[in-house]
């Protein structure tokens, strides 16, 4: 019942800073708590993985990368494909490491959080087999595997 709720446009709204999400993230693990009938100090990381639920921060960056992998596969409807701009390797030298979008640049830390910025670092962060695959189911469930083995847990 809360999942959609935060779901819901998170790709626009997700990147607000930790403080104003402050409030969601722990409603979001109390209801995981009241769900498992589990105490209100057990800790919620075991919770997320056993339940493979992902946290608030998570959802905002599985959203953002499934929206950089469908713009690459030109999933996307037209009116969001201006967001974005793949690296033409023509224009550029090829170095050790290189980009898959072209970056924009910024002058505000507002800016900084908008697809268009935050995006292709956020997606050359990401291990090589997420980005490779072969279709968006794939895509996903890699995506939430490699997202979820980063919550610490003693299980």
């Known amino acids: 019942m809360i999942h959609p709720y935060l779901v ?86 090829f170095l050790r490491q290189t980009s898959t979008f072209t970056r924009q640049t910024f002058r505000t830390l507002l800016r900084k959080k908008f697809i268009s910025v935050a995006g292709p670092d956020m997606w050359d962060n990401l291990p090589s087999p997420v980005k490779q695959s072969i279709s968006l189911a794939m895509f996903k469930r890699r995506l939430s595997d490699f997202l979820l083995s980063h919550y610490a847990v003693s299980v």
């Open 8 to 93: 819901y446009c998170n790709i626009i709204w997700g990147g607000a800073s930790l403080l104003a999400l402050n409030k969601l993230v722990i409603l979001q693990k109390r209801a995981l708590r009241l769900i498992t009938c589990s105490f209100f100090r057990t800790p919620s990381a075991p919770l997320f993985v056993k339940f493979r639920i992902l946290r608030l921060q998570d959802i905002h960056k599985n959203q953002t990368f499934t929206f950089m992998y469908k713009f690459i596969c030109k999933l996307l409807p037209d009116c969001c494909m201006h967001y974005l701009q793949l690296c033409s390797y023509t224009d550029h030298y």
